[in-house]
């Protein structure tokens, strides 16, 4: 199996499918590149099965017309609870002070009823690591791996040629390009946006 960013990618592709087949309302994910080092304090810091999974309660609430997040998105609320609970997370009594009930996890029936897409997810999610850690000794990978930087941080506007946009982290669009669903062509950061490396 590759361990490139591109296969991942295309991993976290199947596994949101996947989902899409038990909640079709569900909408696609545009770039699932953006996944990849993206790290959220509300949303889960570790790239899982289970963060995938929250990812798309938040999918189907935005769907759905549904205001499931507040203080800039950091407090999941009661709202965000009740499509948890559709897509079979389980979640604590009470909600954390500052992120609500954005502290989700998978329940025994989507555990069962997700086991061959969870186990490949984990495969997949096993060899990248292994692919992006190996040979550290030897490599550069510029400040953000030397103080330990989760690959969350700014982002910036990237464009693509149809005139689409997302906001990305540099260093997530560098691991791979991301392609634009509407043309096909890669987003990239336009020339003359300050892209800070911190």
Known sequence: MSTTPPV????????????QRHHPELPDLAAPESLIGESSSACGAELSFERLLHEAVHGIAASRGVRDTSRAGRYHNRRFLAIAEE???DHPEEPHPSSGFSLVTLNADAKKRYRPTIERLQRALKAHTAATTADTARSFRGPAARHGSSGGGVRVKAVCDCGRNVRVVPSVLAQAPIMCGGCGKPFRIPEGVAVGVG
């Not at 295309?10 to 499918?17: P, R, T």
């Open 8 to 19: 991942l990618a295309a991993e976290l592709a199947q596994a949101w499918a996947d989902i």
């Open 87 to 89: 897509l079979g997370l």
